[in-house]
């Protein structure tokens, strides 16, 4: 803990690469770069850097997908790397839940600062325990880090698919999203899915977790439009 923080880079402009590993090093960094998205979900299957650089424009696995697919897993910062004309993809990844953002072309020490201001922000609540937040509302209990949902202390047993679900509605709470932009979080773009499967699992979840699941107290549906979680 008492390392310096390490900080993956995921870029494929090998320019741009070396002059941000340069001035993360320079000041007091440790960094990782690669630049394959593939590569980048390779590396952190095995561990957690304490903030990512992400280029969103990448060969293999783009960062958006990278960004869904760590939300599901980790709260570590994330900082994505954007064209002025990736506008649409910078909202997406915010939603997706990036921290920030810089758009190119950057200058390394704007990046440097950027990076020192976000590790302040968030690292007071991983610091502590090297861990993500448990969240809690009422009798219910999501733990990223265990994977566990826990009504009235009571063990409940989600899918994989269901925990995803109900923690992206329980990060972002009250935020409507539709069926399209669920199967995109938590399914992932690369497939072709039934969007009534995520109807399928709202039910699930909803006899899972609500005292009464035909009056939801927790998963709301917002009809017409989606689905959103109320605390
Ligand atoms: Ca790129």
């Known amino acids: 803990m008492s390392q310096q923080p390490h900080i993956l880079i995921v870029e494929d402009e090998p320019s741009i690469a070396e002059v941000t ?9 440790g960094v990782t770069v690669l630049a394959d998205g593939q590569e980048a979900l390779a590396f952190l ?7 990512v650089v992400l280029d969103l424009m990448l060969p293999g696995v783009d960062g958006l997908e990278i960004t869904r697919w760590l939300r599901t897993r980790s709260d570590v910062p994330i900082i994505m790397l954007t064209a002025r004309r990736e506008e649409t993809d910078r909202v997406l990844g915010f939603e997706m839940g990036a921290d920030d953002y810089v758009v190119k072309p950057f200058s390394p020490r704007e990046l440097v600062s950027r990076v020192r201001a976000v590790l302040r922000r968030t690292r007071g609540a991983s610091a502590v325990s090297g861990q993500d937040d448990v969240l809690t509302f009422e009798a219910l209990t999501i733990d990223p880090n265990t994977r566990q949902v826990q009504v009235k202390e009571r063990e409940v ?11 992206l509605l329980a990060r972002h709470p009250r935020q409507v999203f539709n069926r399209d932009r669920l199967l995109d979080l938590v399914w992932g ?15 699930r979840l909803r006899e899972k977790i609500e005292a009464d ?3 939801p107290r927790h998963i709301l549906t917002v009809w017409g439009v989606g689905y959103k979680f109320e605390p």
Do not use: C, W
């Open 45 to 51: 299957a095995r561990g957690t850097p304490d903030l």
């Open 21 to 29: 590993k340069l001035y993360l090093q320079r000041a007091g960094y």
């Open 213 to 215: 699941p035909s009056h």
């Open 189 to 203: 773009m690369n497939e072709y899915i039934d969007p009534s499967t995520v109807t399928v699992h709202v039910r």
């Open 157 to 167: 047993s989600l899918t994989a698919r269901e925990f995803d679900l109900l923690y």
